[in-house]
Structure formats: C-alpha cells, structure tokens
C-alpha cells in the first residue's frame, strides 16, 4: 500500500507563523485601506499660520493648501482651535485629523498647523522661529499693539519661514538678516526715485526761459532771486542723498 505524500513542514522554530512570513504580502487593490503602511515623505509639511488675539480674533493668517478653501471655514477653524486651546497648558493639540502647535505671549496666541502624521518636532521649530523671529523685530514686545504696527514686517517674516507650505528656514537670525536686507533693498529703491526727482528739479531750473537766452537768465538766476535758492536746495539735497 503506497503511503500518501506527506505535507511540507515549516522549518523548525518557526511554526506556522514562520511559514506565513515566507508568503510575500499581495499588493493593496484600488480602494483598498493601506492599513499600516507609510506615506511618502513630503516638502509640504506646513497647512497653516495664524496669530490671534486673546478673544480668538484673527490678526494674521496664511493657509498653504484647500483645506478650508474659504475664509468662513478658516475662521471657524481658527475659532474651534482658540476654544480648544486658550485655557490649557499643553503646547499641542489634535482637531479635525490636524496636529497644532502653539505658543502664547502676552496678549497673542501663535499656531502653527500641520497633518495628523506630521512630526510635532517639526511643526515646533516653526513656531519657535516665528516667535523669536517676531521678538527680534518688534523689540521683545510680542503683543497685540506693537504687532498690528509692524504688520508688514511680521509677514515678511513669515515669508521667509513658510513658502507654499514649504519650511525655509528654522534659524531666527537668519531669517531677522534676510528681512532686514529685503527692507533695506526696498529703502535704496524709494531713495534712488527720490534722487531721479531732485536731478529733474535741477534740470527744470537749469533750462532757459522760453523766449530768452541761457545766458540772461542764468544772469538773473545767479544774482541771488528766488530760482537761484531753489537750485541751490536741490543741489544741497542731491549732495546729502548720495551721500547716504
């Protein structure tokens, strides 16, 4: 009587566990939940940015994706993230699959929002470059007043953190060198259209008269009259410009 053929064994130790494991796993189908497996890294690792004040109003805001692709939504979202957040301790909090870090200083409170699965290191650094960022240029008066007067350059400072929800930087002093170059850029460009001014001033004055010649009416000029004095505040004025 022949014997039947008997059944392959899993290798010692191993059990029927072992032998499962040699068993490549199939390919997840479309539809199909990813279950445990892990999402490609991504550059966009920043959702939001938004500074409040102590009643949960908006001060500054920049959202980097269609999340809440409307200003209503947004305001809603920045109104359930202060009640959430305005009488705790904690520095993190999770809302609507989100992971938001935040600090509070004086009479503001700064968020800075990303997804579920980002790292709360990451999104921390964010937020500690703003605020020391912010320190920097408003003198170490992080506050309401002192914010909504210097507006322009609390942007410029994001700018230069966050681009499209991308992190650019995490370095305060950086960040303080790059904005101060940019407003001393934009001063060199409203004093040289304030020189190109002065100069056509100049040439204005140094033209002759319709219907008499240049050397009469410099004559006239150069005996001390009115146009003589204007000429010579332009000059003066052109001098010290260039000189800055």
């Not at 479309?30 to 409040?52: N, W």
């Amino acid at each position: 009587m022949q014997r039947p053929e008997a059944w392959p064994r899993p290798h010692p130790g191993d059990g029927a566990a072992g032998t499962q494991a040699r068993i490549p796993a199939p390919p997840a189908q479309a539809g199909e939940p990813s279950g445990l497996r892990l999402q490609e890294p991504s550059l966009y690792t920043i959702k939001a940015v938004f500074i409040l004040d102590n009643d949960g109003r908006r001060l500054l805001a920049k959202y980097y994706d269609d999340t809440f692709p409307s200003s209503k939504e947004q305001v809603i979202f920045e109104k359930n993230v202060f009640n959430k957040t305005s009488r705790t301790d904690s520095e993190i909090a999770f809302l609507g699959g989100m992971t938001i870090v935040y600090k509070s200083s004086m009479d503001l409170f700064l968020y800075v929002v990303g997804s579920s699965q980002e790292n709360e290191l990451i999104l921390m650094s964010v937020l500690i470059c703003l605020f020391e960022s912010l320190s920097h240029i408003l003198r170490r008066n992080v506050e309401k007043r002192w914010l909504l007067e210097n507006l322009d350059g609390a942007f410029l400072v994001l700018d230069e953190i966050v681009d499209g929800g991308v992190i650019l930087e995490s370095d305060p002093q950086q960040v303080v060198q790059k904005v101060n170059f940019r407003v001393d850029d934009s001063g060199l460009v409203e004093q040289s259209v304030a020189q190109v001014s002065l100069l056509r001033l100049t040439l204005l004055l140094w033209s002759p008269t319709p219907g008499t010649n240049s050397s009469s009416s410099f004559g006239r000029s150069a005996e001390g009259g009115p146009g003589q004095l204007v000429l010579q505040s332009a000059k003066e004025q052109i001098k010290w410009s260039l000189l800055k």
